[in-house]
Structures are given as C-alpha cells and as structure tokens.
C-alpha cells in the first residue's frame, strides 16, 4: 500500500505531504484546487513521463517521494528481484524518489537507489492501478476487452506464450518469403549463370594467370634489346680482341712474375688472381642468361590476344574472371542449397505453428471457460451498482493485429480470438456494443465493476479512482461508494470524487483546498474530522449556499454509510 507522499514544487503544489492508511481514502475540493495535479504527481512516482514545465514557477526542480509497503514475496519485490539493484527494507518498506528540472531531465532512485525510467515503469503498475474518467472511454475500445478477461481469469502469462509462438511463426513466415524471392531471383538468372560458367569454363582460367602473362609479355617485348645488350657485354667482357677477362689475365700473370722477384707484391697476385676468376664466373653466368632470352613474335602475339581474352571476360562478369567464375558456380549450387534451406525452414515453421496452436487452443478452452465465469461477476457487481436487471456478455471475435492463417483459424498475436463486451442494461434490451448503448453513468460503474472482479484476482495493493463517478447521480454515487467501500477490505483504495455519496463511505476523507500566500497560489491538502467531514459535504451537496439543509443531509449520509458498512 502507499504510506505516504511528499511533493515539492511541483505545478500548483508549493509543499505537500499526504500521510494515508488502508481502507477508503477520498481526496474531495473545488474544481482547480489541484486534485489533478496531486494524481499526476504520483503518477511520475508510477513511471510515466514528465515535463520541465510541471516545475513551480521560481523552483529549479519537483521532488516527488513515496513510501510503499510491499508484500516481500509479490509481483513488485520479483521485479526489484529482477533487476538487481534496489532491495525492500525491513518490513517490505519501499521509497521511490524522483526529481525532474525545469529542462525535463530525470533523477529516479528506488530503494535509495539510482534507477532507470523503464525500472519505474515495470514497478509501478505492480504497486497501485490507476482508474481514470479516460479508461471508461477505453472501455469503448474492444482491444481493451481481451485484456480484461485475461486478467480475470489470470491468464496473462498463457498469453505471454502464444504471443511469443505466433511471433516465431511470423518471423519464420518472413524468412521464408525473403527466400523464396530471393530463390525466385536467382532462378531468372539460371540461364545467364549457366552461359557464364560455360563460357568461363571454356576459357580455362587459371588463378594468378593475368599477372603471369602481364610479367611475360613485358620479358618479351624488351627481349631483342636485352639481346643486344646481353652480348655486348658478353664481348666485352669475354669474346672481343682485348676484352675484359683478356686483360685480366695478363695483369694476373704480370703480379704472379713480380711475386717471383718480391714476396712483398704476393697479396697483390692473390688480388688479382681472385678478379680474374670473379670475371671468368660472370662470363659464364651472363652467356646463360644471353642463352634464355628468346624474342618470340608469335608467343608475343598470343599473350596480347590472351590477355584481351581476360579483360573482355573480367569486364563482362565484373572483376576477376576467375573469381566470376567461381561465383557463378556457387550461385548456381546455392539454389539447390536454398531449395534445402527452404524446406528446412517449411519444416521448422510447420513445427512451430503446431506448437503455437496447442498454446492458442489451451488458451480459448481456458477463456471459453472464463468469459462465463465473468459474466455473472460482472453482472452481480453491477447489481450492486443498481443495474439489477443489465445483462453483460463477452463475446469471442476474430483477433486482432497481424494474424496467421491456420485450419483452426486466423492466429494472432492474442490468441485465436478477441473479445469484445456486450451490454443490455435493462429489461427486454438485446445485448450491444458499449459503445452504441451505454451512457456515462453506466459506463462508469461498468468499469467500477470490472476493476473489481480483476482486482479480487489479481490482489492489487492499492487502486486509484479518479472521477469514476462521471455523469452519475446521487442514489448511484451511493453505490458506488458502497462498491469502493467493499473492496477496500482487501486493498487501499483511493478515491478522488466530486459526489458526496462516495465520500460520505470514507474511511479517511482528506479536503484539496487552493490557498493564497504572498501573492502566489498553492495547493494544500486538510485532513477532516468528523466536524470538516460534515462541512465539506455540505459544501460537496449545496456549495456555500442553504448549509442548514446541506448539513443535515451530509450528516444522513454519513449516517446512512456507516450502518450499511457495519451491517456488510
């Protein structure tokens, strides 16, 4: 349950604490006193967004800061579990924090400490439900209804599981249809891989090849002048009148005749004796390689023609012939291997859609069951709203969102089915849409209704009400205090409200008042008493006109609601 709330600076609200026990809290006041601005404010505390211009005037930041006392084993301590960071104090106490600045920037701290938005976002709808004057115009909308009837029954973690299926098959479905058309692609391309795979084939294309012929057609067309020049050196350094190694060899023998006569001159015949066989080696090594160089026309006419080959095939299939062909080939082997794929793929979509099927039939058995069962909650829950005679029926629909066609039907991402409710509010009425036949008023204790018999499954800890009461009147406002009153036996609930027939079933009545200080405006909350109870009744029923006679009705209502609480 929430304990308590501080909020500081925030819209109207200068500082305001608000201390609230279990049972039935009512939170009354004159139309812009700041009920509004008091809802708002806790729902920042419940995760939702926030902007820098909800900051008091003259403020830099709103604090808003809640106390919770959490059931240390509920759905809000596994999701604190979850996430690892904040823990419940002793006694499952649990204070949320948070700060916003005039920029709209957010500071959030759950347990003391920091946490994210999408953490306060998965907490808060396990700490308190909120229930608006919008979610009656919801009530008209029939992809609200499934969601009520799984709550009812407690099946929202069944549905979890079909969603999930069904999202399998669907993706499956996808990549089958993006294969299939790539496949489809490839096949119109079977006839022009074919002929390139023929045609490079018959090129025989070797790897490396281009750069093979390039470095020969360039040994080739410089081989007459490397001959020329291979044997000029060659007679110069061996064959000619007086050639080099000719020399060579008279200065050899000339040091070996003076080291005869000198000893001293014996380092100089080694010398020269070492050149002379130094360019005897070459003589032999540079006929060899004047013997290799082959000028050859017509060898050099095959490459160009080879080469021209290569580059009009390269420029035909993009790139590297070799490479072209290899990746003609490969295309060509990945329909036969996509054609696998795509069966693989048929049969793991056949196997999932079966499993998601068994899901989705287990859960329509379970709301078959369910949707009865609701029916009559409903119905007894409206009778005690004063509907004794409304008829209430949830009807099975086609489902809604992207569906998947099975034998067994269209299968959504709900399930096999939707839901839609039906209403026939009196006698001899045919059941119809709620949005072709229900008023404000009925819509209003419709959802009171619904909201009960979820809340008795569901075991929500505390519940908000804000102005469920619209268009009702007085002997219905009664019932509906009444309603509020009994289920907050087993949760808080808090109710905001304009009609003192609710207010009158309080167990804690709080007055939002809208005082000046020094020129500025502030909300501030009163706790009545018995006294300011009666009085603000009677400003609730007569305004500050007639308060005799307001007052004696305010205190027959209070009068009224205590003898049927006690008699519950």
Not at 538 to 563: F, I, S, V
Request: charged share 25%.
């Amino acid at each position: 349950m929430l304990s308590y709330l501080r909020i500081e600076n925030f819209a109207l609200i200068d500082r305001l604490e608000l201390e609230l026990s279990p049972g039935l809290t009512v939170l009354s006041g004159e139309t812009g006193a700041g009920k509004s601005i008091i809802l708002a404010a806790m729902g920042l505390i419940l995760g939702q967004r926030a902007a820098g211009d909800l900051v008091r005037q003259g403020a830099e930041q709103a604090v808003i800061e809640a106390l919770f006392t959490v059931d240390e084993h509920g759905p809000a301590a596994a999701v604190l579990a979850e996430d690892g960071g904040a823990a419940l104090e002793p006694g499952g106490e649990l204070v949320i924090r948070r700060v916003v600045n005039r920029e709209g920037r957010n500071r959030v701290q759950v347990g003391g400490t920091l946490a994210t938005l999408a953490l306060l976002g998965r907490l808060g709808p396990e700490l308190v439900s909120v229930v608006g004057q919008h979610e009656s115009t919801s009530l008209l909308r029939a992809d609200q209804h499934l969601a009520l009837l799984d709550a009812f029954a407690g099946l929202d973690d069944q549905r979890g599981q079909v969603g999930r299926a069904a999202a399998r098959v669907r993706d499956l479905d996808g990549r089958i249809k993006a294969l299939g058309q790539e496949l489809e692609r490839r096949e119109h391309r079977r006839d022009d891989l074919l002929r390139a795979v023929e045609e490079l084939e018959a090129a025989n294309l070797r790897p490396g090849e281009e750069d093979e012929l390039r470095q020969e057609r360039h040994l080739l067309a410089g081989a007459e002048q490397m001959g020329n020049l291979g044997r000029q050196a060659f007679d110069g350094l061996y064959a000619a009148e007086g050639s080099l190694l000719e020399r060579a060899g008279k200065l050899r023998g000339q040091l070996k005749d003076l080291t005869a006569i000198d000893q001293r001159a014996a380092g100089l015949a080694a010398k020269a004796e070492e050149a002379f066989f130094l360019l005897e080696d070459l003589a032999m090594e540079l006929r060899a390689y004047n013997g290799k160089i082959n000028f050859d026309p017509e060898r050099l006419d095959w490459i160009e023609a080879r080469l021209h080959q290569l580059q009009r095939l390269g420029r035909k299939y993009g790139g590297d012939a070799p490479a072209a062909l290899e990746s003609a080939r490969q295309e060509l082997a990945s329909l036969e291997t996509g054609q696998d794929a795509l069966r693989e793929l048929a049969a793991q979509r056949q196997a999932a859609l079966e499993s998601a099927l068994a899901l989705a039939e287990a859960l329509s058995d379970r709301r078959q069951q369910a949707a009865s069962r609701l029916a009559r909650a409903v119905e007894a829950e409206l009778a005690q709203l004063g509907m004794t005679a409304c008829r209430f029926e949830a009807q099975f629909i086609p489902p809604a969102g992207a569906a998947v066609a099975t034998d067994k039907g269209p299968l959504g991402p709900a399930g096999l089915e939707g839901c839609e409710f039906l209403i026939a509010p009196n006698p001899g009425e045919g059941l119809r849409k709620l949005a072709r036949i229900a008023s404000g008023g009925e819509l209003s204790r419709l959802l009171l209704a619904l909201r009960g018999v979820v809340a008795q499954k569901m075991g929500l800890p505390t519940m908000v009400f804000d102005e469920v009461d619209a268009g009702v009147g007085g002997a219905t406002g009664s019932a509906i205090g009444r309603k509020l009153a009994q289920l907050s036996r087993g949760a808080q609930v808090i109710c905001i409200t304009h009609l003192p027939q609710i207010a009158a079933w309080a167990d804690s009545h709080i007055a939002v008042v809208k005082q000046i200080d020094g020129g500025r405006t502030a909300t501030a909350l009163a706790p009545l008493d018995e006294r300011g109870r009666l009085a603000e009744l009677a400003r609730m029923l007569a305004g500050p006109d007639d308060q005799g006679t307001a007052r004696r009705h305010a205190e027959e209502l209070l009068a009224a609601a205590r003898r049927q609480k006690q008699a519950q």
